[in-house]
């Protein structure tokens, strides 16, 4: 379940993991410290207390005063009902070398010259522990199962043993130091927690935003055409970064082998179709001219009334438009004794001019060309064909703009007119022959000067310029 998650929910929360993880260990680990550090204050208390106690304790033992003793014992308790520590003795006994209570903080419950076991289970573990560590040095006795610690200490004088001190704290004791500073760490764990998981969280996010962001492009891939996956991604030296520019490259490099490959399909689509026309148009042409002469004798040399006449006319029409078609069809580019020069602009510019007048366009004419060594009739059925077709597109009143230039290489015809632009849907057929993309024509113009251009070795493109619709064909020159 937590493998199929996103990033953007994997990294916080593994952060957001790791930071609870590290508090609670922190916390966890100061709780016990604290724990220790309050036994280890007890203890030294305790030993300090004991020590001067049993010093104290060794005049009144000597003299058997046991009142005196007594008094001593519950001197602490005095002192520590003043103080209202939590950490205080419960008990204090004296125990002579028998191991029997001597004198007692409490002796109602710890009854003189009884035996150390009487007093309960523990302090008869306490006894035995006693007979089995006898040396004359203070001891801190943590017995297992009972419910408290014991601090012994020996009664010396003149380095005889007159007894053993023992003095009794409740393990209960610890407990409301211990929730005091457990509850303020417990407090100070949630404020941390509350700055720094939104701070995880949110870095977290930010980091794994920019693998979102790749994924998501990369599972565009192959359902989007690659000119359509615009991804705004993280740029930067970093790993992360480096995947990023890469992809973009990548995707860069993908737009440009689909244009290519639309380039190829279109190429191979037009060579197709100029071959499949080309052989129906000399199919076409033997039965046609045949026709013609029919007609054109029976005009000439019948005998014939006026309807049939008029139907011979009718069908001689036909037939000549059938034959314009089937002409246009069969372009093939054989050189010419002339090469294309100025005098083939002038003569461009002056058959174009009636059209140009009748749409009150406004023609922009910027020739700089001399004698090239190229088919004159060619180029000027390519200037022709494209110049007609932008005055025709061009509102009333328009412009028209036309510019030939040359270098050593190449000749460049660029022909502009304003106007709606051509759709988009359209722009990838718009050489095919049949295709139209204004109401009238045959839709044969563009596709024949395709083939003209293509089979002189050129290219030619068509694009939207914002208000204006240009064509460009370059063809080079032969050397």
Same mark, same amino acid.
């Given at each position: 379940?937590?493998?199929?998650?996103?990033?953007?929910?994997?990294?916080?929360?593994?952060?957001?993991?790791?930071?609870?993880?590290?508090?609670?260990?922190?916390?966890?680990?100061?709780?016990?410290?604290?724990?220790?550090?309050?036994?280890?204050?007890?203890?030294?208390?305790?030993?300090?207390?004991?020590?001067?106690?049993?010093?104290?304790?060794?005049?009144?033992?000597?003299?058997?005063?046991?009142?005196?003793?007594?008094?001593?014992?519950?001197?602490?308790?005095?002192?520590?009902?003043?103080?209202?520590?939590?950490?205080?003795?419960?008990?204090?006994?004296?125990?002579?070398?028998?191991?029997?209570?001597?004198?007692?903080?409490?002796?109602?419950?710890?009854?003189?010259?009884?035996?150390?076991?009487?007093?309960?289970?523990?302090?008869?573990?306490?006894?035995?522990?006693?007979?089995?560590?006898?040396?004359?040095?203070?001891?801190?006795?943590?017995?297992?199962?009972?419910?408290?610690?014991?601090?012994?200490?020996?009664?010396?004088?003149?380095?005889?043993?007159?007894?053993?001190?023992?003095?009794?704290?409740?393990?209960?004791?610890?407990?409301?130091?211990?929730?005091?500073?457990?509850?303020?760490?417990?407090?100070?764990?949630?404020?941390?927690?509350?700055?720094?998981?939104?701070?995880?969280?949110? /870095?977290?996010?930010?980091?794994?935003?920019?693998?979102?962001?790749?994924?998501?492009?990369?599972?565009?891939?192959?359902?989007?055409?690659?000119?359509?996956?615009?991804?705004?991604?993280?740029?930067?030296?970093?790993?992360?970064?480096?995947?990023?520019?890469?992809?973009?490259?990548?995707?860069?490099?993908?737009?440009?082998?689909?244009?290519?490959?639309?380039?190829?399909?279109?190429?191979?689509?037009?060579?197709?179709?100029?071959?499949?026309?080309?052989?129906?148009?000399?199919?076409?042409?033997?039965?046609?001219?045949?026709?013609?002469?029919?007609?054109?004798?029976?005009?000439?040399?019948?005998?014939?009334?006026?309807?049939?006449?008029?139907?011979?006319?009718?069908?001689?029409?036909?037939?000549?438009?059938?034959?314009?078609?089937?002409?246009?069809?069969?372009?093939?580019?054989?050189?010419?004794?002339?090469?294309?020069?100025?005098?083939?602009?002038?003569?461009?510019?002056?058959?174009?001019?009636?059209?140009?007048?009748?749409?009150?366009?406004?023609?922009? /004419?910027?020739?700089?060309?001399?004698?090239?060594?190229?088919?004159?009739?060619?180029?000027?059925?390519?200037?022709?064909?494209?110049?007609?077709?932008?005055?025709?597109?061009?509102?009333?009143?328009?412009?028209?703009?036309?510019?030939?230039?040359?270098?050593?290489?190449?000749?460049?015809?660029?022909?502009?007119?304003?106007?709606?632009?051509?759709?988009?849907?359209?722009?990838?057929?718009?050489?095919?022959?049949?295709?139209?993309?204004?109401?009238?024509?045959?839709?044969?113009?563009? /596709?024949?000067?395709?083939?003209?251009?293509?089979?002189?070795?050129?290219?030619?493109?068509?694009?939207?310029?914002?208000?204006?619709?240009?064509?460009?064909?370059?063809?080079?020159?032969?050397?």
């Amino acid at each position: 379940m937590f493998r199929d998650l996103s990033f953007r929910y994997k990294i916080p929360l593994r952060g957001t993991v790791l930071i609870l993880i590290t508090s609670f260990a922190i916390t966890a680990a100061l709780i016990f410290r604290a724990y220790d550090d309050l036994k280890q204050d007890l203890i030294a208390n305790a030993e300090g207390l004991a020590g001067v106690m049993a010093h104290t304790l060794v005049p009144a033992i000597l003299k058997d005063d046991i009142w005196h003793a007594f008094e001593i014992v519950r001197t602490p308790f005095s002192a520590a009902a003043l103080t209202r520590s939590s950490l205080q003795a419960q008990n204090i006994l004296i125990i002579n070398n028998d191991n029997n209570i001597y004198v007692a903080s409490d002796p109602e419950r710890f009854q003189m010259h009884s035996p150390l076991t009487t007093a309960g289970a523990e302090f008869a573990l306490l006894e035995q522990q006693l007979r089995q560590n006898s040396d004359a040095t203070s001891q801190v006795l943590d017995l297992p199962q009972t419910e408290h610690l014991y601090v012994t200490t020996p009664i010396i004088s003149d380095k005889v043993r007159l007894g053993t001190l023992v003095i009794s704290y409740p393990r209960e004791g610890f407990t409301p130091r211990f929730v005091r500073f457990a509850g303020r760490a417990a407090i100070a764990t949630l404020i941390v927690l509350g700055a720094l998981l939104p701070l995880s969280w949110y /870095w977290g996010t930010r980091l794994a935003d920019p693998l979102v962001k790749l994924a998501g492009c990369l599972g565009r891939i192959g359902r989007e055409s690659p000119d359509n996956l615009h991804c705004d991604l993280y740029e930067s030296k970093d790993e992360i970064g480096q995947v990023g520019t890469r992809f973009k490259a990548m995707l860069h490099e993908l737009q440009i082998k689909q244009s290519l490959e639309q380039q190829v399909i279109a190429t191979e689509r037009l060579a197709a179709v100029g071959q499949l026309t080309a052989s129906i148009a000399h199919e076409i042409n033997n039965p046609l001219g045949g026709m013609l002469n029919t007609i054109s004798t029976q005009k000439r040399y019948g005998h014939n009334d006026a309807m049939t006449d008029k139907t011979l006319a009718l069908l001689e029409r036909g037939l000549l438009q059938i034959k314009d078609t089937v002409s246009a069809l069969l372009v093939e580019a054989r050189q010419s004794s002339r090469d294309f020069g100025p005098e083939d602009m002038d003569d461009i510019r002056t058959l174009i001019t009636p059209d140009i007048q009748r749409q009150q366009a406004k023609l922009k /004419w910027d020739v700089r060309v001399g004698t090239v060594p190229l088919s004159a009739s060619l180029i000027r059925q390519i200037l022709i064909n494209l110049l007609l077709n932008a005055v025709k597109a061009t509102p009333s009143r328009g412009r028209v703009f036309c510019r030939v230039t040359t270098d050593t290489r190449k000749l460049v015809l660029h022909i502009c007119n304003s106007g709606e632009p051509i759709p988009e849907k359209q722009m990838s057929h718009l050489f095919e022959p049949f295709v139209h993309y204004r109401a009238d024509g045959n839709g044969l113009g563009l /596709w024949v000067c395709y083939q003209i251009v293509t089979q002189l070795g050129g290219t030619i493109e068509a694009a939207n310029r914002d208000d204006e619709t240009c064509f460009t064909a370059t063809i080079p020159i032969p050397s």
